[in-house]
């Protein structure tokens, strides 16, 4: 299991063009399209993740096998996967972040 954390889901502040447009000029690669997407374990700690958004996240929904929040040794594809939820990335956005 992999677990975030910050005390937020995603960006510090979100891009307004986020919900109007389905962009994000912060990190242009953020899941606008798929916030519909997020559980209330997403945006709890603890909760195990499984969609990480942000600058240098992976910025979609990992795939775990049975639904869980955690893998087992059934996962399919297992180091994709690991990679996928590890992948946390930083609540600032890029442009914030030094080189």
Request: hydrophobic share 30%; glycine share 10%.
């Amino acid at each position: 299991m992999v677990i975030d954390g910050d005390h937020t889901w995603g960006l510090v502040t979100r891009d307004p063009k986020c919900d109007q447009n389905g962009t994000c000029d912060e990190v242009p690669d953020y899941p606008c399209d798929l916030l519909d997407q997020l559980t209330t374990c997403d945006r709890t700690i603890g909760a195990g993740n499984v969609f990480a958004a942000g600058a240098y996240a992976s910025n979609t929904p990992c795939k775990i096998a049975g639904g869980r929040r955690y893998l087992t040794k059934e996962q399919p594809n297992l180091a994709e996967t690991f990679a996928c939820v590890a992948k946390l990335g930083s609540a600032v956005p890029t442009s914030w972040a030094k080189p």
